[in-house]
Antibody
Framework: QVQLQESGPGLVKPSQTLSLTCTVS??????????WSWIRQPAGKGLEYIGR???????IYNPSLKSRVTISVDTSKNQFSLRLSSVTAADTAVYYC?????????????????????WGQGTMVTVSS | QSALTQPASVSGSPGQSITISCTGT?????????VSWYQQHPGKAPKLMIY???KRPSGVSSRFSGSKSGNTASLTISGLQAEDEADYYC??????????FGGGTKLTVL
């Protein structure tokens, strides 16, 4: 059974860097079978895609966050991480990590992300002084 | 990238069917068959209900079905049950290799 667990500080000061880690159990990040993603949700609002990483391909970020976001992977620890710099109150949200299933696109032959099939429970991060 | 458009709320009585729409553009919903739907109960993580427009993951009730026409995808829930009351989000792969979500729809079972 695959499980994802987010961890990191629940409180970050404005202008500092938010850092979160997602620990994966029951699956190997180095298998290359899946993509791994971060998504956030401000209180009472909808979901926002942050970005994804794939051990056999490029890391893709939401253009609106691209200048501040870094997603990395540590296959030795079976973890992937999120760093978001220069945070403001607008970055206050529940942050989820998720596994993204992939499929081979019929038209292009490329292996593309399909859907967020397994989610962590989420971790609340508040940006405040 | 703009969020996909969903109705803010829908409602139905137990046993009835409801449909939630999700409208995007030719750069996302209309351009790819990688539309998925998620159910989220209060305080819980989202759960995948439909992927690739109309496929159901193992364990998801057959009462949930998905479809797409042009730039609009739809989620239909038949035989509404009290446990279906939740927020529902659509999502689509996009032409810039990212994902975009809908604003969410609150389903109330009367």
């Amino acid at each position: 059974q695959v499980q994802l667990q987010e961890s990191g500080p629940g409180l970050v000061k404005p202008s500092q860097t938010l850092s979160l880690t997602c620990t994966v159990s029951g699956d190997s990040l180095s298998s290359g079978s899946f993509f791994w993603s971060w998504i956030r949700q401000p209180a009472g609002k909808g979901l926002e895609y942050i970005g994804r990483i794939y051990t056999s391909g490029p890391t893709i970020y939401n253009p609106s966050l691209k200048s501040r976001v870094t997603i990395s992977v540590d296959t030795s620890k079976n973890q992937f991480s999120l760093r978001l710099s220069s945070v403001t109150a607008a970055d206050t949200a529940v942050y989820y990590c998720a596994r993204v299933s992939g499929t081979t696109d019929i038209l292009t032959g490329y292996y593309v992300p399909d859907a967020f099939d397994i989610w962590g429970q989420g971790t609340m991060v508040t940006v405040s002084s | 990238q703009s969020a996909l458009t969903q109705p803010a709320s829908v409602s139905g009585s137990p046993g009835q069917s409801i449909t939630i729409s999700c409208t995007g553009t030719s750069s996302d919903v209309g351009g790819y068959n990688y539309v998925s739907w998620y159910q989220q109960h209060p305080g819980k993580a989202p759960k995948l209900m439909i992927y690739d427009v109309s496929k159901r993951p193992s364990g998801v009730s057959s009462r949930f079905s998905g479809s797409k026409s042009g730039n609009t995808a739809s989620l239909t829930i038949s035989g509404l049950q009290a446990e279906d009351e939740a927020d529902y989000y659509c999502s689509s792969y996009t032409s810039i290799s990212t994902w975009v979500f809908g604003g969410g729809t609150k389903l109330t079972v009367l």
